[in-house]
């Protein structure tokens, strides 16, 4: 039985900054599925990717990988041999029920559950890494270390699938997608004070970037080929690809 997000249903009298507690684990799946639009299809895409990108002996990262439904897409998806997949998260209830999600699949890849802060971890002979809806909650000043340190790890022709929710650089554009998005959640049944409520409690934790800054970013540490593949209002989700030595 998968519990229904009511999270910030009731008032809220000192609503504190959202974090991946217990509260939030127990009600994930429900929770990204009516508030990440086009996430199944992100997900779909990310074994498709794997499929094209991963190098046989290689390792694939998920990193921010919350229940794991990214790892288990990549790891259904893996065609080559002698690779394994590296799951991180610093959030412990997530990871708890991460391992316990993983287990009732059966699959000869292994997976190895990290609980770390992405910011510490090291990568290395990577030819997938999959940053799905976690850069938007590292702190800006970090971001592009981070980008550096995984274009660093990644073997030449390997992949980085960035999934965020992004700002529009044109105000007006960025009042309709955001009015866009609180359409989609209130048909996908969350009230008015869950929008809001909500809205305030992720004020000061997803800081989200412009897509123009992102390309940008990824260009700076040294990505050849960058683009967003997926839109959907002011969520999508961008590709970029470390050159291949054969180019
Ligand atoms: N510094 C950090 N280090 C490690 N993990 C972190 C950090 N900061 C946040 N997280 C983790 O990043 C995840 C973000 S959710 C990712 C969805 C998943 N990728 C999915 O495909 O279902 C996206 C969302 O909820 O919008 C949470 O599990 C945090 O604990
Ligand atoms: O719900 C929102 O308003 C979002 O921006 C997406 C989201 C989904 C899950 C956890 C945090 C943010």
Not at 2 to 16: E, N, R, T, V, Y
Not at 137 to 158: C, M, S, T, V, W
Not at 184 to 208: H, I
Request: proline fraction near 4%.
């Amino acid at each position: 039985m998968q519990s229904k997000d009511h999270i910030f249903a009731a008032p809220i009298a000192q609503l504190g900054d959202f974090c991946f507690d217990q509260n939030v684990a127990e009600v994930f799946p429900d929770m990204i599925k009516r508030s990440v639009p086009g996430y199944s299809n992100i997900i779909s895409a990310i074994g498709m990717m794997t499929t094209r990108f991963a190098q046989p002996h290689s390792q694939l990262y998920d990193l921010g990988c919350s229940l794991g439904a990214a790892t288990q897409e990549m790891r259904r998806n893996l065609t080559q041999t002698g690779c394994a997949i590296i799951a991180v998260d610093n959030s412990a209830a997530m990871l708890e029920r991460a391992t316990s999600h993983l287990a009732t699949f059966k699959s000869e890849v292994p997976v190895t559950l990290t609980e770390a802060d992405i910011c510490d971890i090291e990568i290395e002979n990577a030819s997938v890494v999959v940053l799905n809806f976690t850069l938007q909650f590292i702190a800006p000043d970090k971001r592009e270390a981070l980008l550096q340190k995984i274009y660093q790890g990644l073997n030449p022709g390997g992949v980085l699938i960035l999934s965020e929710k992004f700002i529009s650089a044109d105000d007006t554009v960025n009042e309709l997608l955001i009015d866009l998005y609180h359409d989609f959640k209130r048909a996908n049944g969350y009230s008015e004070l869950e929008v809001s409520q909500k809205r305030t409690a992720l004020e000061n934790v997803l800081r989200p970037d412009t897509p123009e800054h992102h390309k940008e970013r990824l260009a700076r540490v040294g990505f050849s080929h960058v683009d967003m593949w997926f839109q959907c209002f002011n969520f999508g989700s961008m590709v970029a690809i470390k050159q291949a030595t054969t180019e």
